[in-house]
């Protein structure tokens, strides 16, 4: 099967998730049931599938422009969001997980792959550093994400007025908990990116900085999540500023990844 | 037939449900009285706060009028100022009631757990006092059994609904765990002392904060296993505490906004929990604003029991379902039961006739073998067990559809039982 078929039957049992937690979150009944964990796993093997097709197919790590970072992306978010929910059994997470893994594959499918030839991507670094980029970029999003569950909630809470949120979210502290846990791990992963992504320069072109907008993306998101961690360590930060730095830093990491996708192409800009 | 018959919140006021009342030492007593003179064969009283019903099974017509009469008289009241309060149901009513009963969907406060418990109790007086038989108890089974399945596959039972409890969940939905969380009591009232004490069970620590009485507020710090403090403490208290509950009689506010920023500001604006049951209101409702604060007073927790009172009665529709299909079961079980004697007789005259053709074939036949004997034996019980068979099959399914009634005296002139 071509790597587009199974894009396309990727999206269909993602959607089918999405679908799934919407109408339970509307009828208040639990959010992650068999159905929606079962059509996740399959559209997570499909998307394995497609992406390793599409490696075959493009002769190199599917991982340049838009529509392979976008399906790559979804594919990591879906493992960190799995791999997460098998820890903590947080059903609320999916309720902005599933949303945007959606959206990706949806701008996946919708967009040609890129057929970008330059020599820059038969590096080995190319596999290294995506890889690293993306899964630092998923569980980023997750640890956003729970910050995003626990401004919702703090917000039906200070409002003393129980509404749909209120009862489907976990408590506070466990939201503050995960995501501090989370931006750890996503935090490992961007610096070892951003290191294979300097020594990659290095490697291609000569020197370690070309001021590409996706590198001080890259970089500014580095030291929000420095600054978070900092803060959370030495002044007891959590809650509600622990939460915004973490949607700054994952919005500063986001841009990096459009820019990679929409622009540049690469890693490393093609010039 | 099994009848219910009874009063409860729905229909009585309190008045007239505490003058129906019987008391647990009484019970075996009136449990012989009353199927004595209602002429039941089983009995079953339940007794509680919100409700008085007999549950009973006869053979007689009138059995339930029987019921309402021994009512009225055991209490000493005319039967007909008892009637307008009475329910008396009969037979597949009677059943949903038992089991809408058990499964908390009739109670004051859906859900409540208490009800399975005094259900239980009930029986199991009626079967000490030997007057629960074999048809009570099988809907003793079979309600108790669709009550737990309602409880725990639907929410009926879930979210707090009364407002220590209800506290109690606001606190878990800000903090998570409440192992080794600190709570502080200002004012020693028993409010307080209910929400602290559900704290403490889960795990919290108390501390208690003493306001004119410090003696009252010492015992109840040794009460809760914590600590008592006196009023001037209160914002070294509050920079230590994580949940505030306060209750005094202060004709003002006690805890002022800067008391709580102070506090705030300690605690690194950390979450901090203030519960105010007081009323007048003892915290400013300004203090809400700092950041990091969650400040309820009781008509808040009020709201929030009302919204989880609405999340159960969504849950409601399907409790009931479940239960429907417990009492479709229950009842189609009692209605199999119905053709069980002619069942018997059928087999009976099947063996009968079998006989004695054998005693007219052996004459006949003279000696045999054993062998023979057996085979003759076996031969002509297949016979009769295969001629048997599908009206067996077919009435028991006839009966579970329940057209036993109209079918059975048929069937019994057919067969010429």
Known sequence: MSSQAYLLLTLVFYTAGAVHVLVHALTRRRLLGSVALTATLIGFALNTAGLSQRWTEAGRFPAVGLHDGASFLAWAIVLVFLATYVRTRVDALGLVVYPVVFGLMLVAGLTRPSEAVDPVLRSLFLPIHTTLALFGYAALFVACAMGILYLMQERELKSRTPRAFYYLLPSLERCDTLAARIVVVGFGFLTFAIVTGILWNDNARGRYWTGDPKEWSATLAWVIYVALLTARWRSGWGGRRGAYLGIAGFVAVAFAWAWMALVSGVAVASR | MIVVVGLSHHTAPLPVREAMAFSQEKLPEALEKLRAEAGLDEAVILSTCNRVEIYGRGKNAGIADAVARFLAEYHGRPTSELLPHLYRLEGEDAVRHAFRVAASLDSMVLGEPQILGQGKAAYEAAA????????????????????????????????????????????????????????????????????????VRAGAR???????????ASELAAALGGRAAPFEALREELARAEIVISGTGAPGTVVERADVEAAQVARRHRPLFLIDIAVPRDIDPAAAKVPGVFLYDLDDLKAVADANLRERRKEAAAAEAIVEREIAEFMSWRKSLEVVPLLVELRQRGEEIRRHELEKARARLGSLTPEQEKAIDGLTSSIVNKILHPPTVHLKEIASNGHAPEHVGFIRKLLGL
Not at chain 2, 207 to 216: A, I, K, N, Q, T
């Open chain 2, 206 to 216: 108390a501390s208690v904060l003493g306001g004119r009485r410090f003696e009252r």
């Open chain 2, 128 to 199: 000490a006092a030997t007057a629960l038989g074999s048809v009570l108890n099988a809907l003793r089974n079979r309600s108790v059994a669709a009550a737990k399945r309602a409880r725990s596959e639907t929410g009926i039972g879930h979210n707090a609904v009364s407002i220590s409890f209800v506290a109690v969940e606001l606190a878990k939905k800000i903090f998570g765990e409440l192992r080794d969380r600190n709570v502080l009591l200002v004012g020693a009232g028993k409010m307080s002392e209910l929400a602290a004490r559900h704290l």
